[in-house]
Structures are given as structure tokens and as C-alpha cells.
């Protein structure tokens, strides 16, 4: 069925879902807007969009769904325009931010109960329009949380617009969304910030530590790279939630602090003990809250041309790699090479191909 679909944002979210609209219904006409004139720009030139948007006013009147992938205060004032105008009388809007409770609730104070929010639970150490993926849902969870109006046929649409993404939908409610993505990635993207801030301080009074930090610190922070205005975004936008929880943490903290100053050895055990146990029931590999990265450690001999003959197989059998490093861990001849990649299909070709052009050990930890 041919439909006007217009996206306003041309980011990695925006541009990765034209890409997986088009795909999938090819007749669809997606026009597109976005703050930066140069990301409208590219976005056409390289058959992303049909056509750029003049307005939100020009555009949404004629569109039979439309796609906020803006930041949640910009689409809270994109949702107050389209309030105004004349849309279709069965037009889908949804929107794809972090957080659902007050956008929500902002479209249903604005009466647009075709409104569904979404939240597709997919990211990229990349950004920005030239950073569209047409295999960035797959198999990540795309979350639903419709207005208490909605149509459950409008949901059904939505889904099928969006079947390209190979994403596994799921229905909740705004206030379980916020909580659960509040505690599963918003909470430790703040712990991840507040420990990488308070190494900054540290390693100017102890200046090898960043040295040593570039190990397992580096990695277990490395949600600290996240865009700040997003996050900044998302935090204030679930500011209720992410006080509680940021209690909770500081009251497990001062009861560590107590069994430390009382040299209580059971309870801290206890206290590992059951975050082992807990961590090794987490599924192996699946998608959530914060995207998922997959390494590959391969053990190399310390010779020239190594690294370039590794990336060089990667390359031929075109594999997306986010992320490479040598780990110094080892005293003899062999060292470790650590590539890492967005997804685990991709961490299994790569294995399956550089154990077959090489006699390098590949493995997972």
C-alpha cells in the first residue's frame, strides 16, 4: 500500500528506519526534515527520502504517518504543532525517545490519540544521518506504549509499517516503560558517568592509573560515551524515576560503607554472591535496555603486518567493526587482540573467517 510517511529527524534512529521502510514497502513516499539543512541534503542525495519537508505545517496534512525522531522536549513541541493543524483523520504518529511517560501524556492533553509512543531499544557507537543501518533493529526490542485511546488497528499498522526492522515489538505502559529502561540503562549510565568523572580527578593525583585504566575500567564505562545533550535529555525528561532509583543505589552504597567499616566478611560475600548469581541468569546475548557489543579475542603472534592481515579479512568479508585494541596482558610472544562488534551474527562470521584464513586462536570470554 503506497503512504506518505514523513520523519522529522535525520539521525541514526531517523535515517536507519527510512532505510528499513523503504525495504520493505517500496512504494511508500518518505519525505524528511531535520534541523541541519546539510543532513536533508545528504539524506536525498543518497535516496534515504523522497523529498524534503518545507515545514511541519507544508508536510504532516498530507502525511498518513508521521515520525518524530527528535529529542523528547523538541517532540513535545513538535506534538503542541501538529495539535494545530488539520491532519488526516486516521494518521499515525509515534515518536522514538527514551523516555514515554511525558510525551504521552502531552499528546493525549493535545487530544492526538492516534498517538503511539515508541521506543526502539537499538543504538550505534555512530551517529548522525550518515550513520543509518537498515539491520540496526534486528531482533532489539521495539517498544509500544499507546495512548489510552488508540485504535488497537493504528498499533497493528504501526507494526507492519515497521516489519522491516525485524525488531521484537512490545506493548507497555508508559509508567512501566520509564521504570524499567530507568533502572536497566538510564541509572547505569549515570553510575558509568559518575565513575569515569571520578577517575578524571584520581588520575591527576596518580597519573599511571589512566594507563591501567584502559583495561576492564574502559570497557565497563564505555556507556559513558553516549551523546551528553541526549542523555541530559533523557534524564530530566525521567527525573521522578531516576531520583528513586538513585536513592535505592546510594542506600546500597552506605550499607557496603557499614560492612566495610565493620569488617562484616559474610555480608560483603553474600553481597557478591548474589550479584553473581544474579548476573549469570541474565540472557546470553540479547538485546535491552543499553545496546549489546560482542567481542572476539584472537591471540597473535607480535610480528608486523599482524593487525593489518586481521582487519584486512574483516574487510573482504564486509563486517562492521565498532572497536579494536591490543590487551598487553601477556609476558611471552603471543599477544591479544580484541575486536569488538555491534552484532553477534557479525562476531561469528568474523571467527568462522579468520579461522579459516589463519591459524590464530579465536574465542569469547
Known amino acids: 500500500m503506497k503512504q506518505n510517511v514523513l520523519i522529522i529527524g535525520l539521525g ?15 512504494k511508500t513516499v518518505i519525505i524528511g526534515m531535520d534541523i ?3 543532513s536533508e541534503d545528504f539524506a536525498l542525495k543518497r535516496g534515504l527520502i523522497d523529498k524534503i519537508a518545507a515545514s511541519i505545517e507544508s ?75 537498515e539491520r540496526l533493529f534486528e531482533n532489539a526490542y521495539y ?3 499507546p495512548n489510552v485511546l488508540t485504535k488497537p488497528e493504528y498499533i497493528s499498522s504501526l507494526k507492519e509499517l ?14 512501566e516503560h520509564d521504570k524499567i529502561t530507568g533502572m536497566l540503562s538510564h541509572l547505569p549510565h549515570i553510575i558509568a558517568a559518575g565513575l569515569v568523572n571520578q577517575s578524571k580527578d584520581f588520575t591527576t593525583r596518580h597519573p599511571r592509573a589512566k594507563q591501567l585504566a584502559a583495561g576492564g575500567f574502559r570497557d565497563m564505562t564505555r556507556i559513558a ?34 560492612w566495610l567499616k565493620e569488617e562484616n566478611r559474610l555480608a560483603v560475600f ?44 574483516i574487510g573482504k568479508a564486509n563486517l562492521s567493526l565498532i572497536n579494536l585494541k591490543i590487551l598487553e596482558t601477556r609476558e611471552d610472544i603471543f599477544g591479544i587482540l580484541q575486536l569488538t562488534f555491534k552484532r553477534e551474527q557479525d562476531l561469528t562470521k568474523a571467527k568462522e573467517v579468520i579461522e579459516k584464513e589463519t591459524n590464530y586462536l579465536c574465542y569469547e570470554k
Open 225 to 258: 560515551s553516549s551523546d551528553p545533550e541526549m542523555w541530559t535529555d533523557i534524564l530530566m525528561s525521567n527525573r521522578e524515576k531516576l531520583l528513586e532509583l538513585i536513592s535505592s543505589w546510594q542506600s546500597e552504597m552506605n550499607q557496603v560503607s557499614k
Open 59 to 133: 508536510e504532516a496534512p498530507k502525511a498518513d504517518v508521521i515520525l518524530l525522531c527528535s529529542p523528547v522536549e523538541v517532540v513535545k513541541k513538535q506534538l503542541l504543532i501538529l495539535s494545530k493543524l488539520r491532519l488526516k483523520e486516521e494518521v499515525i504518529i509515534s515518536d522514538v525517545g527514551s523516555t514515554k511517560q511525558e510525551i504521552v501524556a502531552e499528546a493525549e492533553k493535545l487530544k492526538l490519540h492516534s498517538f503511539i509512543g515508541g521506543h526502539p531499544m537499538a543504538g550505534s557507537h555512530k551517529s548522525g544521518v550518515t550513520a543509518g543501518d
Open 143 to 145: 517498544i509500544l506504549t
Open 162 to 175: 515497521l516489519k522491516g526492522t525485524n525488531a521484537k515489538f512490545v506493548i507497555l505502559t508508559t509508567e
Open 270 to 313: 553474600q553481597f557478591f554472591q548474589e550479584a553473581k548469581e544474579t548476573r549469570n541468569q541474565m540472557p546470553i546475548h540479547k538485546e535491552g535496555a543499553i545496546p549489546a557489543f560482542h567481542d572476539l579475542f584472537i591471540d597473535i603472534p607480535d610480528i608486523p603486518g599482524v593487525i593489518a592481515e586481521i582487519t584486512g579479512i
Open 12 to 26: 541514526l534512529i531517523g535515517t536507519s528506519l527510512a532505510l528499513v521502510i523503504r525495504k520493505e514497502h517500496p
Open 36 to 38: 541541519e539543512k546539510s
